[in-house]
C-alpha cells in the first residue's frame, strides 16, 4: 500500500505560480511511473502530467503545456507540479498517482495509489 500526500494548494489570482507536491510513503518510489490529475465541478477526472519511473520522460495534457512542469525526486520520495501563469480555467481539485507500469500514461484508470487532493483556486 502505497500513501500518497499532496499540498501546496490555495487561492490564487490569474498569472500566479504555484507548486504542488506529492509525498509518496514507500520505499520502492522509484519503481512508480507518478501522475497529476484534475478534477473541476461537475467534470471529470482529467490528466495533467506524467512522469516516468527515472524522471526522463515527461507528458502533459495540451490545456498545461509550457506552463506546468512535473518533476520529481526519488531520493526525497517526492513528486511536484510547478503550475505557471495559472489561469481561471485551471481552478480544480488536484491529485496526484502512483502507477506500478511501466510507461506514463494518461488513463486515471489504470493508476494504483491515489492521494486525497488539494484544492487550487484561481482568480480573474
Known amino acids: 500500500q502505497v500513501q500518497l500526500v499532496e499540498s501546496g494548494g490555495g487561492l490564487v489570482q490569474a498569472g500566479d505560480s504555484l507548486r504542488l507536491s506529492c509525498a509518496a510513503s514507500?520505499?520502492?518510489?522509484?519503481?512508480?511511473?507518478m501522475g497529476w490529475f484534475r478534477q473541476a465541478p461537475g467534470k471529470e477526472r482529467e490528466f495533467v502530467a506524467a512522469?516516468?519511473?527515472?524522471?526522463?520522460?515527461?507528458y502533459y495534457a495540451d490545456s498545461v503545456k509550457g506552463r506546468f512542469t512535473i518533476s520529481r525526486d526519488n531520493a526525497k520520495n517526492a513528486v511536484y507540479l510547478q503550475m505557471n501563469s495559472l489561469k481561471p480555467e485551471d481552478t480544480a481539485v488536484y491529485y496526484c498517482a502512483a502507477d506500478r507500469g511501466v510507461l506514463p500514461t494518461t488513463n486515471p484508470n489504470v493508476y494504483d495509489y491515489w492521494g486525497q487532493g488539494t484544492q487550487i483556486t484561481v482568480s480573474s
Open positions: 512522469i516516468s519511473r527515472g524522471g526522463g520522460s515527461t
Open positions: 514507500t520505499r520502492t518510489f522509484s519503481s512508480y511511473v
